[in-house]
């Protein structure tokens, strides 16, 4: 299951930080490519960062004050006050099916709920479509708030649930 990680976590564990690496970059299309120094400044600056131990599955969110350079999270952070954004989740194709995804947005809910958030948002991509992650978010009870097509030539769509 997953577990709350940090930048030291994936300094004391290169190993992990390499797994969980290369997860994201095989999966570039849907997250974006990311290094590994890019990696570890998202990790640390994250409201919330979970992974499996294994580096199979990644999760990292943040709130509206992170100094992070999105557009999505721009584009999010333009209209609503104050949120938690998920802006990466993954689980590699071997782990699929064990519930990965849905423990790390329980987690993720608990700890909002706990900072006193209300609303936690993401965004999917229409085209590129992603109808898996679509159909998920959906199952969780996300519903779209507004879309926009990124400098990348990506179309996303922009996905709201409250708490």
């Not at 890019?38 to 943040?62: P, V, Y």
């Not at 071997?94 to 900072?115: I, P, T, V």
Request: aromatic content about 8%; some cysteine.
């Amino acid at each position: 299951m997953p577990d709350r990680i940090t930048a030291a976590d994936l300094a004391a564990r290169p190993a992990l930080a390499n797994a969980l690496l290369a997860l994201n970059n095989a999966h570039a299309q849907e997250l974006s490519l990311l290094d590994e120094h890019r990696l570890r400044g998202m990790i640390a600056m994250a409201f919330h960062a979970a992974a499996t131990s294994d580096g199979s599955a990644l999760l990292i969110a943040f709130d509206q004050s992170a100094d992070y350079d999105s557009p999505n999270f721009m584009w999010l952070r333009e209209r609503l006050e104050r949120f938690v954004y998920v802006d990466r989740v993954v689980v590699a194709a071997s782990a699929r099916g064990r519930g990965l995804a849905r423990a790390f947005y329980a987690d993720l809910f608990e700890q909002a709920r706990a900072a006193g958030h209300d609303r936690v948002v993401c965004e999917v991509n229409l085209d590129p479509p992603n109808p898996a992650s679509d159909a998920f978010h959906a199952s969780l009870g996300f519903a779209e708030i507004g879309s926009a097509t990124l400098p990348n030539a990506k179309t996303v769509r922009y996905l709201e649930r409250l708490l």
